[in-house]
Nanobody, 115 residues
Framework: VQMVESGGGMVQAGGSLRLSCAAS????????MGWYRQTPGQGRTLVAR????????FYIDSVKGRFTITKDNARNTIYLQMTSLKPEDTDIYYC?????????WGRGTQVTVSS
């Protein structure tokens, strides 16, 4: 299984980014998927989750109303639309199953939000 995250970058506060995660070796149609983030020196934490059955979503309080997790089953890709970005959203973002499988972590994509 391989997860390849992309779409990160440097933006000013209030800006937007769309992260993508292309999965191979795993069919996301049947998998609950999540976006996670990590500050260097700290553990990864869940940001958003999309259940495969019913497509229900979960977001941590700090991103509710600003981030949206979606998926494209045909492309086997999940997305994280990030709007109204804040400096505290600066982190490395990863995708994985929910709960995560330690063997599936990719390299992540860096998001940097300047004030």
């Amino acid at each position: 299984v391989q997860m390849v995250e992309s779409g990160g970058g440097m933006v000013q506060a209030g800006g937007s980014l769309r992260l993508s995660c292309a999965a191979s070796g795993l069919t996301i149609w049947y998998s609950t998927m999540g976006w996670y983030r990590q500050t260097p020196g700290q553990g990864r934490t869940l940001v958003a989750r999309l259940r495969w059955m019913g497509n229900s979503t979960f977001y941590i309080d700090s991103v509710k109303g600003r981030f949206t997790i979606t998926k494209d089953n045909a492309r086997n890709t999940i997305y994280l639309q990030m709007t109204s970005l804040k400096p505290e959203d600066t982190d490395i973002y990863y995708c994985n199953e929910g709960p995560p499988d330690d063997g599936y972590w990719g390299r992540g994509t860096q998001v940097t939000v300047s004030s």
